[in-house]
């Protein structure tokens, strides 16, 4: 089993930052990538941006060139850095950690983000 616990959501303006952080805990050394989600009222649960164990990273159009995700495998933490917010990046964002084999996503509790225009 994995744990994962996420902090650093809140309240923003538009054009403002904000770094949400993930801590993972229990059996981490068979996690091949973590990630983040977000979902918005009344909308499907989306990918954010990934990063696997090798440090290869992807993210979803909406974000390229704000977000950056990244990893600190010492303190087993995976952040995302949001820059240049804006009120459509308003949603929960969850952590996620995944197994390919067999494949096994766990997940954090979701902390909210909301950025104001």
């Known amino acids: 089993q994995v744990q994962l616990v996420e902090s650093g959501g809140g309240l923003v303006q538009a054009g403002g930052s904000l770094r949400l952080s993930c801590a993972a805990s229990g059996s981490i050394f068979s996690i091949n990538a973590m990630g983040w989600y977000r979902q918005a009222p009344g909308k499907q649960r989306e990918l954010v941006a990934s990063?696997?164990?090798?440090?290869?990273?992807n993210y979803a159009d909406s974000v390229k060139g704000r977000f950056t995700i990244s990893r600190d495998n010492a303190k087993n933490t995976v952040y995302l850095q949001m820059n240049s917010l804006k009120p459509e990046d308003t949603a929960v964002y969850y952590c996620n950690a995944e197994k390919y084999f067999p494949n096994t996503h766990y997940w954090g509790q979701g902390t909210q983000v909301t950025v104001s225009s």
């Open positions: 990063i696997t164990s090798g440090g290869s990273t």
